[in-house]
């Protein structure tokens, strides 16, 4: 596709469940970024990763999240036991990465809303 | 560490005014881009602009405007004549090239209410 997609758009699970969020990049974006943005707030950035590595895990705010990258494409970032603070719309950017001018210039997906009952 | 500051929480305007959207950074490194987002009502963030530190001359894009201040750390953001379509969220954002690749922290955002 022409953009980064994001699967599902809307999750809603009961509390202790686990959930994926799947993250489709921009073809040929090297960098893919995961950030978490609750109601009314600003983006709270997660992990990122350069190809299939992620040199930066400071953001996922506690071990029940993780996210992995395969191929150098897609990513998918699980919470496990998922608790009721964790419902926000979690969204997925990539960007060129460290080949090309904009290369640190992120391009977003529409996200993914996910509501813990 | 890496910080910005969006003092405004939300501004509301009437259509055809002014309106300056503050954005002040933190950060140790010599090398960092900044840049603005906006997320209008349906969702979607949108890239506006980028600036490296390196590069402080202000810009200007149709109604868009932004003044680069490295003496005080900030990087403004001026819409001129606001109309009702530029009612958005907007983001400013510091990257800072880190192990692998860039770091990009997201300020708290300033919501833009324009009213006809």
């Known amino acids: 596709g022409a953009g980064v997609s994001q699967s599902p758009s809307n999750k809603v699970t009961e509390k202790g469940k686990d959930v994926e969020l799947r993250c489709d990049p921009i073809s040929g974006h090297t960098a893919l970024y995961w950030y978490r943005q609750s109601l009314g707030q600003g983006l709270e950035f997660l992990i990122y990763f350069q190809g299939n590595s992620a040199p930066d895990k400071s953001g996922l705010p506690s071990d029940r999240f993780s996210a992995e990258r395969t191929g150098g494409s897609v990513s998918t970032l699980t919470i496990q036991r998922t608790q009721q603070e964790d419902s926000a719309v979690y969204l997925c950017?990539?960007?060129?990465?460290?080949?090309?001018?904009?290369?640190?210039?992120?391009?977003f997906g529409p996200g993914t809303r996910l509501t813990v009952l | 560490a890496q910080k910005v500051t969006q003092a405004q929480t939300e501004i509301s305007v009437v259509e055809k005014e002014d309106v300056t959207l503050d954005c002040v950074y933190e950060t140790r490194d010599t090398t960092y881009y900044l840049f603005w987002y906006k997320q209008p009502p349906s969702g979607e963030l949108v890239f506006l602009i980028r600036r490296n530190s390196f590069d402080e001359q202000n810009e200007i894009s149709g109604r868009y405007s932004w003044n680069f201040q490295k003496s005080t750390s900030s990087f403004n953001f001026t819409i001129t004549a606001s109309q009702v379509v530029d009612s958005a969220v907007y983001f400013c954002?510091?990257?800072?090239?880190?192990?692998?690749?860039?770091?990009?922290?997201f300020g708290a955002g300033t919501r833009l209410f324009v009213k006809a």
């Open positions: 954002a510091l990257s800072e090239l880190n192990t692998g690749g860039f770091k990009t922290i």
């Open positions: 950017a990539s960007s060129p990465g460290l080949a090309g001018l904009s290369y640190n210039e992120q391009f």
